[in-house]
């Protein structure tokens, strides 16, 4: 049974710092990993989709990695701003159907 | 587009009444989830469905849950009879293929007193 994990639970850092959230699974035979943002009170944003046969992706000042044979993608957040203060969570697909299994959540605090 | 539209935002209730919650879909999307989240079990993927047939619905705990999706552009989920524990937020979502990304509706907070 696939497990996501995610840690650490809560990180406060100050403004402009870079940063590394961590996610880990259990089962290498995932089909693709996902990264979302949750904001209080809202729903879910997709933030990057890494498929099983990359590395990395990008966007803006959001890099996710992805390392199959260990069991862990990063998400990792240059200069952080206050606007970026969310929780995050990771998200692995395991195979051909669309079922996602979610980690708890990292939940960040950038102070202004 | 509107997004994921899920209603009511909010919802209060008594043990033992029935509960439906509503979701509509972005249009053009063929795939549709329910998704409980609680502070406990984290985010937990209730039922899919493609072109308005539930594909997986293992995550639906018990039979006082159902789902159904009677067209492309709405969703039901309703709980008979509720219980406290049901208390969640309920979020629905979409996507379509090629791409895999899902899109969040609002949520719905559900209250079992």
């Known amino acids: 049974k696939q497990e996501v994990t995610q840690i650490p639970a809560a990180l406060s850092v100050p403004e402009g710092e870079n940063l590394v959230l961590n996610c880990s699974f259990t089962d290498s035979a995932i089909y693709n990993l996902q990264w979302f943002r949750q904001d209080p009170g809202k729903g879910l944003t997709s933030l990057l989709l890494i498929q099983s046969s990359q590395r990395e992706q990008t966007s803006g000042r959001l890099n996710a990695s992805l390392d199959k044979s260990s069991g862990r993608s990063t998400l990792y957040i240059a200069a952080s701003q206050p606007g970026d203060s969310a929780t995050y969570l990771c998200?692995?697909?395991?195979?051909?159907?669309?079922?996602?299994?979610f980690g708890s959540g990292t939940r960040l605090l950038v102070r202004p | 587009d509107a997004g994921v539209i899920q209603s009511p935002r909010h919802e209060v209730t008594e043990m033992g009444q029935e509960v439906t919650l509503r979701c509509k879909p972005i249009?053009?999307?063929?795939?549709l989830f329910w998704y409980r989240q609680t502070m406990m079990r984290g985010l937990e993927l209730l039922i899919y469905?493609?072109?308005?047939?539930?594909?997986?619905d293992s995550g639906m705990p018990e039979d006082r849950f159902s789902a159904k999706m009677p067209n492309a552009s709405f969703s039901t989920l309703k709980i008979q009879p509720s219980e406290p524990r049901d208390s969640a937020v309920y979020f629905c979502a979409s996507s379509h293929l090629p791409s895999d990304t899902q899109y969040f509706g609002p949520g719905t907070r559900l209250t079992v007193l």
């Open positions: 249009s053009g999307h063929d795939y």
């Open positions: 998200a692995a697909r395991m195979d051909s159907s669309y079922k996602l299994i």
């Open positions: 469905f493609n072109n308005n047939v539930p594909i997986d």
